[in-house]
Nanobody, 128 residues
């Protein structure tokens, strides 16, 4: 039974930094294609950061250079470091995982959320 639990969300001001964590239990985080999704108001759910099994990250242009996705193997967790946040980053953030996917498929932009088998409950980030 695989469980993902996000933490670290909250209310911050524009320009601040924030770190989200996704604790994984029941599986090894390095064995999955991973993604950080967000759901912004009046927008579709978007996987703005992805990481393949081999540890390669890709990002949407909206977060490129500001956000960093990484794995913390010691904690079996997925991390999203958010720097220089702006009000457009306000969203519910979700971590997600899926197995059995090639790195090239994992890293493509705009993946269908339905292909991700495992999801966290979400953590709210509000930037003012």
């Amino acid at each position: 039974h695989v469980q993902l639990v996000e933490s670290g969300g909250g209310s911050v001001q524009a320009g601040d930094s924030l770190q989200l964590s996704c604790s994984v239990s029941g599986a090894t985080v390095s064995s999955y294609c991973l993604a950080w999704f967000r759901r912004r108001p009046q927008r579709v759910r978007e996987a703005m950061a992805r990481m393949s099994v081999d540890g390669v990250p890709t990002y949407d242009d909206s977060v490129q250079g500001r956000f960093t996705i990484s794995r913390d193997s010691a904690k079996n967790a997925l991390i999203l470091q958010m720097n220089t946040v702006n009000p457009g980053d306000s969203a519910m953030y979700y971590c997600a995982a899926r197995g059995g996917v090639l790195p090239s498929d994992c890293l493509r932009s705009d993946p269908n959320p339905a292909v991700f088998r495992y999801w966290g409950q979400g953590t709210q980030v509000t930037v003012s």
